[in-house]
T-cell receptor
Framework: EDKVVQSPLSLVVHEGDTVTLNCSYE??????LLWYKQEKKAPTFLFML????IEKKSGRLSSILDKKELFSILNITATQTGDSAVYLC??????????????FGKGTKLSVIP | NAGVTQTPKFQVLKTGQSMTLQCAQD?????MSWYRQDPGMGLRLIHY???????DQGEVPNGYNVSRSTTEDFPLRLLSAAPSQTSVYFC????????????FGSGTRLTVV
């Protein structure tokens, strides 16, 4: 059974702090790892990672994947109150018959206080 | 371009009632899927489809049926609702085998009393 574990489950920081969110996984037939941000409604896509050691960056957010140690981190620098959300990690794995499935972790709830 | 559209946004059902949650996408995505999200459980896959006429079960399929008669639509049916099906349901789609993230609908909050 595929498994995705995120840590910490919740985190409270002050504006301006830097945070690191963790995601470890155990899946067969790994294809990619995805990060999402979920505020009140639907998850919104942040990054998709397929190769080890290549950092993906978007503004103050960055992420990297380690396929040997089976984990990924999501970094947020100079946090703002608008970064408050649940951050979801998902692993995409081949499930046979030409299809793929996403397995999600339980998420990390980030609260940024002024 | 509306992306992924889910209807209704909210629904209250009585135990034993049936209903269909609608999901439609206008991006010509072949892959579509349904998830439920419960507190402390994350998103769990119910059913998915890799194209019209093809569906398969995910992690938690019991109590749900799906069909995929067109590329655009992927309805989720609850045949006899139970309180355990109280949840927020999300539909998601992506391009087959070349996905660049999955696009999620805005969700349906279902309460079964």
């Amino acid at each position: 059974e595929d498994k995705v574990v995120q840590s910490p489950l919740s985190l409270v920081v002050h504006e301006g702090d830097t945070v690191t969110l963790n995601c470890s996984y155990e899946v067969t037939n790994f294809r990619s790892l995805l990060w999402y941000k979920q505020e009140k409604k639907a998850p919104t896509f942040l990054f998709m990672l397929t190769s080890s050691g290549i950092e993906k960056k978007s503004g103050r957010l960055s992420s990297i994947l380690d396929k040997k140690e089976l984990f990924s981190i999501l970094n947020i620098t100079a946090t703002q109150t608008g970064d408050s959300a649940v951050y979801l990690c998902a692993v995409e794995a081949y499930s046979g018959a030409g299809s793929y499935q996403l397995t999600f972790g339980k998420g990390t709830k980030l609260s940024v206080i002024p | 371009n509306a992306g992924v559209t889910q209807t209704p946004k909210f629904q209250v059902l009585k135990t034993g009632q049936s209903m269909t949650l609608q999901c439609a996408q206008d991006m010509n995505h072949e892959y579509m899927s349904w998830y439920r999200q419960d507190p402390g459980m994350g998103l769990r896959l119910i059913h998915y489809s890799v194209g019209a006429g093809i569906t398969d079960q995910g992690e938690v399929p019991n109590g749900y049926n799906v069909s995929r008669s067109t590329t655009e639509d992927f309805p989720l049916r609850l045949l006899s609702a139970a309180p355990s099906q109280t949840s927020v349901y999300f539909c998601a789609s992506s391009r087959n085998r070349d996905s660049y993230g999955y696009t999620f609908g805005s969700g349906t909050r279902l309460t079964v009393v």
